[in-house]
């Protein structure tokens, strides 16, 4: 069946450090890898989605690749701000079954310390 | 900009009591979704919907009934509220299956 890992439940940052998100994926399928940021407060939304292996997705910043060979999507960023705090979902879709169903992982909550 | 509007945001009762949330979407969306969220878990799809009248089961439907009257309004009913339902709801809308999916602010829950 299909299923996402994030193991990282919480990450504490400073400001300008480095980030990266682990995200492990199952599916029989062909997937389209998402993630999504949810702020304190409000409703998770969309931050990139990458459809073809191998290929990058970027916004704000953030920067996302998927690989099949170790069914694994990374999250990173080059400089964390404090406004970056927040929790990330990876979100996986699978196409072979018309998006069924999206599989949201736990959660990273991220905290960057000014 | 999708604009998806949750009421009531916060709600209490008690167990055994009949709850409805109610959710609307202002941009004409054919998918509208219900999500509980809790610690540990994540997201969690309860119910969703392609169009008016229509419905479909998600991931964790047991104790929940949902109804989509119109392509704006989609509603989730607990007509025996347990404590174990205590939790933040989310719905949420998208053009397609495949598109961006706008999430409401939430509506918390609680069982007492």
């Known amino acids: 069946g299909n299923s996402v890992t994030q193991m990282q439940g919480q990450v504490t940052l400073s400001e300008e450090e480095f980030l990266f998100i682990n995200c492990t994926y199952s599916?029989?399928?062909?997937?389209?890898l998402f993630w999504y940021v949810q702020y304190p407060g409000e409703g998770p939304q969309l931050l990139l989605k990458v459809t073809t292996a191998n290929n990058k997705g970027s916004s704000r910043g953030f920067e996302a690749t998927y690989d099949k060979g170790t069914t694994s999507f990374h999250l990173q960023k080059a400089s964390v701000q404090e406004s970056d705090s927040a929790v990330y979902y990876c979100?996986?879709?699978?196409?072979?079954?018309?998006?069924?169903?999206?599989?949201f992982g736990k959660g990273t909550s991220l905290t960057v310390i000014p | 900009e999708a604009a998806v509007t949750q009421s009531p945001r916060n709600k209490v009762t008690v167990t055994g009591g009949n709850v409805t949330l109610s959710c609307r979407q202002t941009?004409?969306?054919?998918?509208m979704y219900w999500y509980r969220q809790d610690t540990g878990h994540g997201l969690r799809l309860i119910h969703y919907?392609?169009?008016?009248?229509?419905?479909q089961i998600g991931d964790v439907p047991d104790g929940y009934k949902a109804t989509r009257t119109t392509q704006e309004d989609f509603f989730l009913l607990l007509e025996l509220a347990s404590p174990s339902q205590t939790s933040l709801y989310f719905c949420a809308s998208s053009e397609n299956r495949n598109t961006e999916v706008f999430f409401g602010k939430g509506t918390r829950l609680t069982v007492v």
């Open positions: 979100v996986l879709g699978d196409r072979d079954t018309g998006y069924q169903n999206f599989y």
């Open positions: 599916t029989t399928g062909y997937p389209t």
């Open positions: 941009n004409s969306h054919n998918y």
């Open positions: 919907s392609y169009g008016a009248g229509n419905l």
